[in-house]
């Protein structure tokens, strides 16, 4: 059974009669095995298994402790675990009492709350403060629901930037209409996910005996304010104060260095038995963690104790010496690629040495920079998809109508408003059957100058001028065409938008909708408007055979996204695969290029920690912006630990494209693999600004 395979120390863990445990589990210790160890105890105990709530960070990490527990106890037992991330279990949970629910990315409510802002004008204010852009006042709402649990969002920023007092009135007046617009239209973001679920559990006894959270150290106020509002009888907390990395997503390691003194009563464990790393790798993590104060004691012990090779500093003169040099070692390595992982802390270091990795023709998949799913083409049509299923979902529209020429994210919801009015409620009987009698379909402004609002235009347009275009008839009586601002070009893109939907109609199998959009009129303009941009040179000139290149790569893309749907017989269960599961699927084979983020939870035979530098790992220009020393030592330690036999760490002296200089990174000395000199010493005192990212 699943308990009989512990050590004393996670069977102790596993089985303890504590109503509030805390496991403290450092990289490699059989965490995983514990958590399910402990699943195992409860359900041995008569714990229903639907009585029981896993919260991870990866829904992958839910499916394989699952999938474990099903070795066991068997599928039927195991299917019936509640288990997902916080944002999974908490869309479940809403969807079970309203189906209007629309789960909507950060990406897509960004637009949407820039069409809010970009209505905005903050001319009248006499201020030298630059407001702040829609992106980045979106970016700061966002942490502030994350981390602020009392004051409301205008003191807040009154009291965090202010610089911004005189603004704090207009901010706040945009959030309000932003959320009223996520009301009407039933969106809700992974934050929201949070907030609604949080409520329901604070008037909702949701039948919970345990709840057991995995990387406890990566929770959040919002997370940890929800874990509160579930009241469990039980709680079964693992995580390790070393691998708290997340603090730039609000992430609070004071969560769990502050257990004990919430909860009096609890136990606390230490899982010490690293099963992961040779003890010289080990050695050298816990010489450069233990610069870092000691929340919780642990002393690991090695079980891999071997005669292992010890890590190695690889020292090289020029930076892109170290990336051919470190491609070369990699094809020389006797260790299969898919077990080779090189961890970049900066995603300038990780295109170096993938253009090394490519010379050699090795092949190499990156995780950790722009993924798949975020990549515009991708969501394009992930968008044209959700409104086929939605068509009140307004997100889905705006976006995809900014890459028009001429029309941005506010045009794009006056035009969405406008064809939902004409189809009393529906966007598409308003762009297919339109009341001809609504001569004007477009909003009428509220006027406010304090709120920095102002009438945009008073007269509509003329249809007339699109009349050599070739359009039907029956689209040219469609009075959204007179809105003043809509160009030609913008005109025959809500066209080919209107012959897209008309073809996609009553069709059923998502590979067909797929290839159908991405053989469409509409996505090859959009898949142009993308490889010109992304070929365009500095001087204004367009690259075609960059550009054909970029082309290509998007049909690899709308390919592949088409094997991806192959095994759905449903919209909505595809559509929700690619938003809620995305970030856990990979795709490629070959060399493993990783953020340290990334490489979380992760381990291999043969690491490579690349360009540590002072400057770029501990990256200081991220330290000045709220990061810390601290959080940066977390990161190396987790990048080290990932390691399971050969470890490489390297660092390049100078950069011959920027003429600059490198310091050793400071984990280096650390570490003793550098002695500690002058130059270590005024680095610790005086820190250093070094503007590298």
């Known amino acids: ?50 009585e029981i709530l896993l919260l991870t960070f990866t829904n992958k990490a839910a499916a394989e402790m699952v999938e474990r527990v099903a070795e066991f106890f068997g599928k039927e037992i195991a299917a019936k675990i509640d288990a997902g991330t916080f944002h999974a279990v908490s869309y479940r949970w809403l969807k079970k009492y309203d189906k209007r629910v629309v789960l909507k990315q950060q990406r897509e409510l960004k637009t949407l709350f820039r069409s809010v802002y970009e209505k905005r004008s903050f001319m009248h204010i006499d201020a030298d403060v630059t407001p702040y852009g829609g992106n980045h006042l979106y970016d700061m709402y966002s942490f502030y629901q994350n981390t602020e649990l009392n004051d409301n969002f205008e003191d807040w920023v009154k009291g965090k930037y202010e610089e911004h007092e005189q603004f704090a009135l207009i901010y706040a007046d945009i959030v309000d ?42 929770t959040n106020a919002l997370q940890g304010t929800l874990i509160d509002a579930m009241k469990p ?4 907390c693992v995580g390790d104060y070393d691998q708290s990395i997340y603090a730039f997503n609000g992430a609070d390691i004071g969560i769990i260095g502050s257990f004990s003194t919430k909860f009096p009563n609890a136990k606390v464990h230490t899982l010490t038995k690293n099963y992961r790393s040779s003890r010289p790798i080990l050695s050298l993590a816990t010489k450069v963690i233990e610069h870092n104060e000691r929340i919780y004691p642990k002393n690991l012990e090695v079980t891999r104790d071997y005669d292992a090779q010890p890590p190695k500093l690889l020292v090289y003169e020029e930076l892109f010496d170290q990336y051919h040099a470190m491609a070369a070692q990699i094809r020389d390595s006797q260790t299969p690629n898919e077990e080779i992982a090189v961890i970049f802390r900066n995603n300038s270091s990780a295109d170096g040495i993938e253009v090394g990795l ?28 959700t409104l086929l299923v939605n068509e009140a979902d307004m997100m889905a529209f705006i976006h995809i ?16 408003i406008a064809l939902k009015t004409l189809g009393h409620g529906s966007m598409f009987y308003g762009l297919y059957a339109p009341d001809e009698s609504i001569t004007n379909p477009f909003e009428k402004r509220k006027l406010n100058s304090q709120l920095g609002l102002f009438d945009e235009f008073a007269e509509m347009g003329a249809v007339g001028k699109f009349a050599k275009l070739g359009f039907e008839a029956k689209f040219m009586k469609n009075s959204a065409l007179k809105h003043p601002k809509l160009t030609k070009d913008s005109a025959t893109f809500l066209y080919n938008f209107y012959l897209l939907y008309r073809d996609l109609k009553g069709i059923k199998q998502p590979r ?19 490889s010109t941009k992304r070929a365009t040179l500095k001087d204004g000139s367009v690259d075609e055979k960059q550009k054909t290149e970029s082309l290509t790569r998007i049909a690899r893309k709308t390919m592949l996204l088409e094997e991806l749907s192959k095994p759905y017989s ?25 953020s340290v983020h990334a490489s979380k939870g992760l381990e291999y035979k043969e690491v490579y920690v690349v360009d540590l530098m002072d400057g770029r790992f501990p990256n200081r220009k991220l330290m000045q912006r709220g990061g810390s020393l601290d959080e940066e030592r977390r990161l190396f330690y987790v990048a080290v630990t990932r390691a399971k036999d050969v470890l490489y760490l390297s660092f390049a002296k100078y ?16 570490a003793g693999l550098v002695p500690k000199d002058d130059a270590y010493r005024a680095m610790v005192l005086k820190g250093m600004d070094k503007d590298e990212e």
């Open 1 to 50: 059974m699943a308990l009989s395979r512990l050590n004393a120390q996670q069977y102790a863990a596993a089985t303890s009669a504590h109503e509030q445990n805390l496991i403290i589990a450092s990289a490699g210790t059989g965490k995983t095995s514990t958590i399910v160890g402990r699943i195992a105890h409860l359900l041995n105990s008569n714990v229903k298994p639907e």
């Open 177 to 218: 209409e932003f959320e009223a617009l996520k009301k009407e239209y039933g969106f809700v973001n992974f934050n929201d996910l949070l907030l609604h679920f949080r409520d329901m559990c604070q008037t909702n006894d949701l039948g919970y005996k345990e709840v057991l959270v995995d990387e406890y150290q990566d």
């Open 233 to 236: 009888p039980s709680l079964f």
């Open 358 to 385: 490519r010379e050699l023709n090795i092949p190499c998949k990156r995780k950790g920079g722009t993924s798949f799913f975020d990549s515009q083409e991708v969501k394009a049509i992930l968008d044209l998809y």
């Open 401 to 416: 109508f900014e890459f028009a020429r001429g029309i941005g994210s506010a045009m794009a919801k006056e035009m969405y």
């Open 512 to 530: 067909t909708v797929v290839n159908k959009i991405a053989s469409s009129a509409f996505f090859i303009y959009i898949a142009d408007t993308l």
């Open 570 to 594: 449903q919209h909505e269960r595809f559509l929700n695969a690619m938003i809620l599961g995305s970030s856990d699927l990979t795709q490629g084979e070959g060399v493993n290029l990783l």
């Open 655 to 670: 950069d011959k494209i920027k003429k600059q200089n490198f310091m050793a990174s400071q984990f280096l000395y650390e």
